[in-house]
């Protein structure tokens, strides 16, 4: 099956030609399953060291919690974590997935968020829950991309993954132009609990920017009885 879906692939590359999401350099074999060429996979590599237990993000000199955080109250989530920073290259991968559409990259997405899960005990028992889009998004922009990605982690992941999809957002501003303040008021009783919650809950979502979505998220699941929540974002800003 492997060798018919590689070679179905390199028939439609020869007569639809695809070109890798960072570099552009014509695709070929599996490279066309991730969208990116070898040398441009290989570069993307998680945040590694020290992290902050509040937001995830990479340590310079602090311990345990970043400047940042030590003055914010503590989060409804009990950790959160990061792969990619939302800068240069990477600022560029998320908009070919997001905007380009480049659907394909959502298999390198979903096997980075697989090793992650799988590697740390905290949260390989741990069943998955999709921030949920916001009403309108997907007629509107024709897909969504968390959903999307969920599906390919199924998908590899297979019986290993529990998927609990059960988080519904009512109608609201859009939350990119507004700032942390105004983000947590436009979401407030507005992503809620339409199913059980699971025991232990990995929020996934596509970025980090306020920490807001993610709250939110969170608040709801404790209150439905999670007892512990974890958070884990493709990219942080």
């Known amino acids: 099956m492997k060798k018919i879906i590689s070679l179905f692939l390199e ?17 070929t074999g599996d490279e066309i399953r991730y969208a ?11 945040v590694q060291g020290d992290k902050c237990r509040m937001c995830g993000k990479p340590l310079v000199s602090e311990k ?13 989530w009990d950790r ?4 990619f920073p939302y800068t240069g290259k990477y600022r560029k991968l998320l908009a070919s997935y997001k905007f380009g559409k480049k659907t394909a990259l959502a298999n390198f997405f979903a096997e980075k968020v697989l090793e992650a899960k799988n590697s740390d005990p905290m949260l390989k028992e741990a069943s998955l829950v999709p921030v949920p889009p916001r009403p309108g998004k997907i007629r509107s922009g024709g897909w969504d991309q968390v959903d999307l990605l969920i599906k390919r982690i199924k998908k590899i992941g ?10 519904k957002r009512s109608k609201s501003k859009v939350q990119k132009q507004l700032n942390r303040t ?7 009783g507005r992503i809620f609990l339409n199913a059980a919650a699971p025991k232990i809950a990995l929020v996934l979502d596509d970025v980090l920017t ?21 958070g884990l974002c493709l990219f942080y800003d």
Do not use: I, W
Not at 64 to 76: D, F, I, K, Q, V
């Open 36 to 46: 990116l060429c070898e040398n441009c996979r290989a570069s993307l590599v998680p």
């Open 11 to 27: 028939v439609k590359n020869f007569l639809f030609p695809d070109f890798c999401a960072l570099c552009g350099c014509g695709l």
């Open 158 to 167: 297979k019986e290993s993954v529990s998927v609990c999809p059960c988080l």
């Open 210 to 230: 306020t920490g807001s979505t993610m709250e939110v998220c969170s608040a709801a699941l404790k209150e439905g009885g999670t007892e512990k929540v974890y």
């Open 80 to 83: 959160l974590f990061v792969l």
């Open 182 to 188: 105004d983000r947590m008021e436009n979401l407030k």
């Open 64 to 76: 345990e919690t970043c400047l940042s955080c030590r003055n914010r109250a503590a989060p409804s």
